[in-house]
């Protein structure tokens, strides 16, 4: 039974009705073919190890950065607060108000982004790789995007650069 399990895992054997992955969120399911052709799921099991771990770390993670997101792109838009606009060292550029609204379409895209994928996860969706890449993408995109335009808020305009005198 040992071999014949680890066949239904590792090959073909696995798909569903019609080639269908079997989905879940996190879980991997076993299925038996029966005699007249018809699929049964012969078991239903989590199965906890570090890529478990780590696909809820960033499915819970996703709460609070689409919040603090839609809450930045809120401050900027209707509060007109521009203390957390393109930071560099903790300090925002002397002309936040210029950047603003660039930085507030970025976080209002990331948050709602975020938060399609987490409706769409508990709605069942989306699968693991579809939700994964596009939680991921989002995250590191957006913090690219800000630190560009962070740099770009900061440059010195009109100032010639120094040379050095010792070299």
Request: aromatic share 14%; net charge positive.
């Amino acid at each position: 039974m040992g071999a014949q399990a680890a066949r239904l895992r590792t090959s073909h054997h696995n798909r569903g009705p019609a080639g269908a992955e079997p989905t879940g969120l996190f879980y991997r399911i076993a299925h038996l073919q029966c005699f007249c052709g018809c699929w049964w799921v012969r078991e239903l099991c989590m199965v906890f190890d570090v890529s478990v771990a780590l696909t809820w770390i960033l499915f819970i993670a996703l709460f609070p950065i689409a919040f603090f997101w839609f809450r930045r792109a809120w401050r900027i838009a209707f509060r007109r607060d521009f203390s957390e606009v393109a930071l560099k060292g903790g300090e925002p550029p002397p002309n936040a108000e210029k950047v603003a609204p660039y930085v507030m379409v970025v976080n209002l895209l990331a948050g709602c982004v975020a938060a399609v994928v987490i409706v769409g996860v508990l709605l069942g969706q989306l699968d693991y790789n579809t939700w994964t890449a596009m939680a991921g993408s989002t995250i590191w995109c957006k913090f690219f995007i800000d630190f560009a335009i962070s740099r770009h808020a900061h440059m010195k305009r009109g100032a010639k650069p120094q040379h050095r005198a010792g070299k």
